[in-house]
């Protein structure tokens, strides 16, 4: 071969015109197969691009087999990007004038299809369904922003309006009419009474007759409610003593949220309330908690600088977060003498330790140890991540070891508990992703999820069954509690590390609870990634645990763990 190779090259070198005359040729050749292609023959399209859901694999299909666990299949890539063997450029028009013809018009009934598929995964990661509601003129089932639109109102249209301004749920009525709320105060009636098609899309129902089709924005209710810069709060009655409540106060003819919150934000406040053409700036405290909200009715008073917001009246404030820092629960330290007992953050990874050990250096102003060493941690300010974690000068271990040699090591325990379908799938993107990043797609659709779920799964159970058994004065926190309600869960927290917990301190960390460790709620699969047979073991470990916590006079599991 080499011989042959090297008599190749000699004929060439000897004869260059030969050698210039046959490049030649090849090039012409290429370049009419090229152009030839550009003008006959169909696009070639896959049988599983023609029907999108002929890709998807049956629901009873043959998958891979995890394992002994029995915790269920794996997946059968199916997805290939659409493969089309050429395209038409913008000079090869139809008879229409339209810049594809019908030959190659990519616009056709399989493209229609894929593009409504996709429109429908985005909204439904945007919002969910929730059903169709009775409306009253007179007492509004969503009493927040409204707007019409008589020839162009869409369901996204709604939606991206409603969660621009941090609402919660999105409600469309009589084709045209978008409402936005925080709470739905009305009762649900039959879907056959929300008829009307959106005025914007045929293709989409937007209530009907005093009648409200509504959605739940679930990324406004993983992430705050924003206007802007400013996180919205809510609305809230005026304290017993403004002046001492919220100290700084001007006044505003022409009102509008930006203004009050650049007002607040220069005086170094993180706390703007807008009361009709008042703004007063102040910090969350015993006389401001921020608690008790009330009906945002109440505050629906129109802004005079701004159409579409509510500025609150005399009574009753809207307030918002600007982004200045509340530096009150800032300052941290490690323990001044050495402690005496040693207190576990116990949890299963991904329950959110991390967050947990940020909740808890912010309210007590003490660093927090580890039974390991992160280097990230220790990087974005975890600084008892170096120590020993028996060196004594942190106010709390965190650990992810179960077993009762590993447990009786430990005087004390905060066990935080988490809904283990969200427990696995925080750690496996932690694994592949990093402590705030994603697994790739790759990782999901690929041999590493189904194997990660066959080991991790029945860890998760056995994790909290051990601590339970071995762990002396342990303390119970489910994740979803602390989330729900984080100022009397860390409350709780806080009063079994020994730490006495000032009121004011716990509100400053409400207002800096999410820190350097939350995802983004912007990127979610598009799939449960769940098998019914992983769903069927899980549950079943659910079940184990709900148990034993019962046996032991304790809460059960929340209710959203199961059924899926």
């Known amino acids: 071969m080499a011989k042959l190779w090297f008599k190749f090259q000699r004929y060439f070198r000897r004869k260059p015109v030969r050698f210039f005359t046959f490049l030649v040729l090849y090039l012409t050749a290429g370049s009419l197969v090229f ?15 023609a029907n999108p859901a002929a890709g998807a694999p049956a629901e009873g299909a043959e998958l891979p087999f995890l394992g002994d666990l029995h ?34 018009d990519y616009g056709g009934a399989w493209s229609r299809a894929l593009k409504g598929r996709v429109v429908r995964e985005k909204e439904e990661e945007r919002a969910k369904y929730i059903g169709c509601y009775l409306d009253d003129t007179q007492s509004r089932a969503l009493r927040g922003m409204s ?19 941090g609402y919660l749920y999105a409600g469309l009525e009589f084709g045209a009419e978008c409402y936005c709320g925080h709470k739905i105060q009305a009762t649900n009636v039959s879907e056959a009474e929300c008829d009307m098609e959106c005025k914007g899309e045929r293709s989409n129902v937007c209530g009907g007759a005093n009648r409200l089709s ?28 403004l002046s001492l409540a919220l100290p700084v106060t ?24 807008l009361a009709g053409t008042a703004c007063h700036c102040g910090f969350p405290t015993t006389r401001f908690p921020l608690h008790e909200r009330e009906d945002e009715q109440l505050c629906a008073q129109k802004c005079s ?32 003498a050495k402690s005496k ?53 942190t106010i709390c271990i965190k650990t992810h070891e179960s077993g009762q040699k590993e447990i009786e090591a430990f005087d004390a325990a905060i066990l935080l ?39 991790y799964a029945p860890w998760w159970a056995t994790h909290t069954l051990d601590w339970l058994k071995f762990g002396k004065k342990v303390l119970v926190v489910h994740f979803e509690d602390l989330k729900q309600d984080l100022f009397v869960q860390l409350g709780r927290m806080i009063r079994l590390l020994g730490v006495a917990a000032h009121e004011d301190r716990l509100l400053c960390v409400e207002s800096q609870k999410d820190g350097n460790f939350k995802r983004s709620g912007l990127r979610k699969l598009e799939y449960d990634p769940y098998t019914a047979d992983m769903q069927k073991t899980i549950s079943a470990y659910i079940k184990m645990v709900d148990a034993a916590l019962k046996g032991r006079n304790l809460t059960g599991v929340p209710d959203d763990y199961y059924p899926r």
């Open 305 to 336: 600088a701004e159409e579409f917001e509510s500025c609150g009246t005399p009574s009753y404030f809207i307030v918002y977060q600007t982004q200045v820092q509340d530096n009150r629960c800032m300052d941290r330290r490690f323990l001044p």
């Open 214 to 241: 509504i959605y739940r924005l679930q990324l406004a209710q993983e992430s705050a409610r924003r206007y802007g810069s400013a996180v919205f709060r809510g609305c809230f009655r005026r304290p017993d003593n």
């Open 35 to 49: 152009f030839h292609s550009g003008f006959v023959g169909q696009p070639a399209v896959s049988q599983n691009q």
């Open 71 to 104: 915790l269920g299949r794996g997946f059968r890539d199916t997805g290939e990007a659409p493969s089309i063997t050429r395209r038409y450029g913008p000079w090869f028009k139809g008879k229409d004038g339209n810049e594809r013809a019908k030959l190659g």
């Open 417 to 455: 508990i988490r809904n283990p379908y969200k427990a696995l799938m925080a750690e496996f993107n932690r694994k592949y992703g990093g402590h705030i990043g994603f697994a790739a797609h790759a990782h999901w659709k690929g041999k590493e999820w189904p194997e990660f779920v066959r080991n």
């Open 341 to 393: 007992q040693l207190i576990a953050l116990a949890s299963f990874p991904g329950a959110g330790n991390t967050w947990a050990r940020h909740l808890i250096e912010l309210a007590t102003g003490f660093y927090t140890g580890s039974y390991y060493f992160d280097g990230s941690l220790y990087n974005k300010g975890f600084k008892g991540e170096r120590d020993h974690w028996r060196s004594g000068r």
């Open 147 to 165: 707007f019409f639109d008589y020839k162009k109102m869409t369901v996204f249209r709604c939606q991206d309006n409603c969660a621009e301004r």
């Open 250 to 273: 001007a006044a505003m003819l022409n009102m509008s949220v930006d203004k009050c919150v650049d007002f607040c934000t220069g005086k170094e406040y993180p706390l703007a309330a």
